[in-house]
């Protein structure tokens, strides 16, 4: 059993910036990516940020630069550092795991989702 848990999430205005955190814990053999995705509402969820556990990074266009997304091999974690916070990326944010268990193989693991809110 794995699981993915977020935090740092909330309400920021235009120009802000947030930090979010997601921790994997569980019976994990090893960890391949981890990445954060987000859904606003009414349409599609959609890649944010993504890193290797080799540390290989890739964003999506809409956030380059304002973004960055970390990684803490030695704890679980990865981070999404969000600069230039715009309202159109008002959406609730996912963590995404791919992870190796001791008993399950492979798999893909999502969080609960932590809501981020941009608005004056």
């Known amino acids: 059993q794995v699981q993915l848990v977020e935090s740092g999430g909330g309400l920021v205005q235009p120009g802000g910036s947030l930090r979010l955190s997601c921790v994997a814990s569980?019976?994990?053999?090893?960890?391949?990516?981890m990445g954060w995705y987000r859904q606003a509402t009414g349409k599609q969820r959609e890649l944010v940020a993504r890193?290797?556990?080799?540390?290989?990074?890739m964003y999506a266009d809409s956030v380059k630069g304002r973004f960055t997304i970390s990684r803490d091999n030695a704890k679980n974690t990865v981070l999404l550092q969000m600069n230039s916070l715009k309202p159109e990326d008002t959406a609730v944010y996912y963590c995404?795991?791919?992870?190796?268990?001791?008993?399950?193989?492979?798999?893909?693991?999502w969080g609960q989702g932590t809501q981020v809110t941009v608005s004056s």
């Open positions: 995404n795991g791919a992870i190796t268990t001791t008993i399950q193989g492979t798999n893909n693991y």
């Open positions: 569980g019976s994990i053999f090893s960890i391949y990516a």
């Open positions: 890193i290797t556990g080799v540390g290989y990074t």
